[in-house]
């Protein structure tokens, strides 16, 4: 089928170089895009770019995503090598967990710099890559990596970063309605516990209990995340927008 065939889009994946990001990269090379991938060290960019290399053509341009003029230079860089982008997934995120009594001021500041401000400065960057790609019938796609504690309180003390995933969900929206006109859906994805550096602890730690609160009995895998981003960003997604999807084994949505 071609409905989920990415041959000759253009993709970028903030923070692709680990955990989420790597698995939707993978996803959109095996379903047939280019795919350029950001993080803030380049050597982790390198090592990603070995790992994807053998599923097709992976570029990766370090940029410090916390930064809007890091935002900006990214979107320059990419609109040297391309025409148009058809893909942007604002994957690149952050978290701190500390009791209410001494959670920082600069816990806020970090992590809502770069969960919250950046997708919104990068949509702004590469919105003109994106309208150049967008069609009425074959919108470019934006792609936003919410989580399922912005849908329900989490049980750890994650206060900026809850926050920070539930207010990208609205951001979501807002872009979506102001975006369609020109081509352009806007989408989140939520997802729950998956297989990453940012869980390792936390999976190490409870991952049987974590894994008991869903229905389905697990915690995520690569293939489900890779999945939704190539059901976003392909035709057969190409009537929705607005939308934020759990992708959690219905932990969020059944308990």
Same mark, same amino acid.
């Given at each position: 089928?071609?409905?989920?065939d ?42 990603a #770019?070995?790992? $994807? ?9 370090? &940029?410090? %995503?916390? /930064?809007e !003029? @890091? ?17 942007l997934?604002?994957n ?13 001021e600069?816990?806020?500041?970090? #992590?809502?710099? $770069? ?5 919104f400065?990068?949509?702004? &960057?590469? %919105?003109? /890559?994106? !309208? @150049? ?32 995933k ?36 936390t999976?190490?730690a ?41 992708v ?5 949505t059944?308990r």
């Amino acid at each position: 089928m071609d409905l989920f065939d990415l041959t000759g889009k253009v993709a970028v994946v903030t923070g692709g170089t680990r955990g989420i990001g790597l698995m939707m990269a993978r996803g959109l090379l095996q379903a047939g895009a280019r795919v350029y991938i950001s993080s803030r060290k380049a050597e982790a960019g390198d090592a990603a #770019v070995a790992e $994807l290399a053998a599923f097709g053509k992976v570029t990766s341009v370090p &940029a410090d %995503l916390s /930064l809007e !003029e @890091e935002c900006v230079r990214l979107a320059a860089e990419v609109g040297k090598r391309e025409d148009e982008l058809h893909i942007l997934v604002n994957n690149a995120g952050a978290t701190w967990g500390e009791p209410l009594e001494s959670f920082p001021e600069s816990a806020w500041d970090k #992590v809502l710099d $770069l969960n919250l401000k950046s997708p919104f400065f990068l949509t702004r &960057a590469f %919105l003109p /890559l994106l !309208e @150049e790609a967008g069609t009425q019938d074959d919108p470019a796609r934006i792609v936003n990596v919410g989580s399922i504690d912005g849908l329900h309180v989490p049980p750890m003390h994650t206060y900026s970063y809850s926050t920070s995933k539930a207010a990208l969900h609205h951001l979501t929206r807002v872009l979506a309605k102001e975006l369609g006109p020109r081509h352009v859906t806007v989408n989140a994805v939520a997802p729950g516990p998956f297989e990453s550096k940012m869980m390792a602890a936390t999976l190490d730690a409870f991952g049987k209990e974590i894994a008991a609160r869903s229905p389905l009995g697990r915690i995520g895998r690569p293939d489900d995340m890779a999945g939704v981003v190539v059901f976003l960003a392909s035709r057969g997604a190409s009537y929705i927008t607005g939308a934020v999807i759990p992708v959690d084994g219905g932990i969020a949505t059944t308990r």
